[in-house]
T-cell receptor, first 111, second 113 residues
Framework: DGGITQSPKYLFRKEGQNVTLSCEQN?????MYWYRQDPGQGLRLIYY???????QKGDIAEGYSVSREKKESFPLTVTSAQKNPTAFYLC??????????FGDGTRLSIL | EDKVVQSPLSLVVHEGDTVTLNCSYE??????LLWYKQEKKAPTFLFML????IEKKSGRLSSILDKKELFSILNITATQTGDSAVYLC?????????????FGQGTILTVHP
């Protein structure tokens, strides 16, 4: 089945540690996105990528990094510079001017 | 700065009631407006509205867009407990080949039996 797979479902980060969230899609979509969702809030855009080897900062990119080496994959690294990383992270993909499809998310917590 | 406001923030109803959810927006280079339903995990797509005044329907759900007044509404008739979720609206905007979505904070709908 076509879809977006995010892993892991739950992740814990220690102080000073970088962690990487995985996002893979087999929908053949060109664009991929990372969002952060805090309790009681909507989704905020962290980074997005329209083509391989290119990506742009969203509204809250500080403390995060991404790569897009393959069309199918768009991993997100939460660096130690992100001081409040506890949140629900959602990955999405789309083709031009069509609705974004979302993965099931990763919940990140601080140890 | 792009802005999206949803109201009410939360709503509690009983099965069979009809509800109306509101979304007002101010974005640059507006293209369309999307509604999503989020239960526990991934938001699932409901509607994409591009033209003013044309109602889109899917079963008991319907939605309409007013591009002059910059708002959209989502109606749910004969609500069921399975409609309990967070409903998100998101204008799609931008001048490049791929725009971006700006999400509202969501309306939490709780439907009691």
């Amino acid at each position: 089945d076509g879809g977006i797979t995010q892993s892991p479902k739950y992740l814990f980060r220690k102080e000073g540690q970088n962690v990487t969230l995985s996002c893979e899609q087999n929908l053949n979509h060109d664009a991929m996105y990372w969002y952060r969702q805090d309790p009681g809030q909507g989704l905020r855009l962290i980074y997005y990528s329209q083509i391989v080897n290119d990506f742009q900062k969203g509204d809250i990119a500080e403390g995060y990094s991404v790569s897009r080496e393959k069309k199918e994959s768009f991993p997100l690294t939460v660096t130690s510079a992100q001081k409040n990383p506890t949140a629900f992270y959602l990955c999405a993909s789309s083709i031009r001017n069509q609705p974004q499809h979302f993965g099931d998310g990763t919940r990140l917590s601080i140890l | 700065e792009d802005k999206v406001v949803q109201s009410p923030l939360s709503l509690v109803v009983h099965e069979g009631d009809t509800v109306t959810l509101n979304c007002s927006y101010e974005v640059t280079n507006f293209r369309s407006l999307l509604w999503y339903k989020q239960e526990k995990k991934a938001p699932t797509f409901l509607f994409m509205l591009t033209s003013s005044g044309i109602e889109k329907k899917s079963g008991r759900l319907s939605s309409i867009l007013d591009k002059k007044e910059l708002f959209s509404i989502l109606n749910i008739t004969a609500t069921q407990t399975g409609d309990s979720a967070v409903y998100l609206c998101a204008p799609y905007a931008g001048g490049t080949s791929y725009g971006k979505l700006t999400f509202g904070q969501g309306t939490i709908l709780t439907v009691h039996p």
